[in-house]
């Protein structure tokens, strides 16, 4: 199995718009080697928009105190602001 791809850098339009092309690229393709390296590559993306996801990059940062906010800057300051705060981890 080849390495996995690096996706992390991508931000999360770019990942969507690679996971459609690769979708519809796997979808037209035959069987063999190249669908194979297509779908893991599409796997790869599909993770990073489910990590992208979890950590609040597309919704509300959730503290543990029960503060919230879409803005990561307003998050990072609450969280400097309140040192036995930690930010919640979201299913």
Excluded: K, W
Excluded at 7 to 22: Q, T
Excluded at 51 to 69: D, E, F, K, N, W
């Amino acid at each position: 199995m080849p390495r996995e791809p690096d996706v992390g850098h991508m931000p999360p339009g770019h990942l969507e718009r690679a996971r459609r092309d690769l979708a519809a690229s796997l979808a037209l393709s035959r069987p063999g080697t190249l669908s194979a390296m297509t779908a893991h590559h599409l796997g790869a993306a599909e993770a990073e928009l489910a990590r992208h996801q979890r950590q609040g990059a597309t919704g509300v940062l959730l503290c543990s105190c029960g503060y919230g906010t879409d803005n990561p800057i307003r998050f990072d300051a609450h969280l400097a602001g309140n040192p036995d705060h930690e930010p919640y981890d979201q299913p």
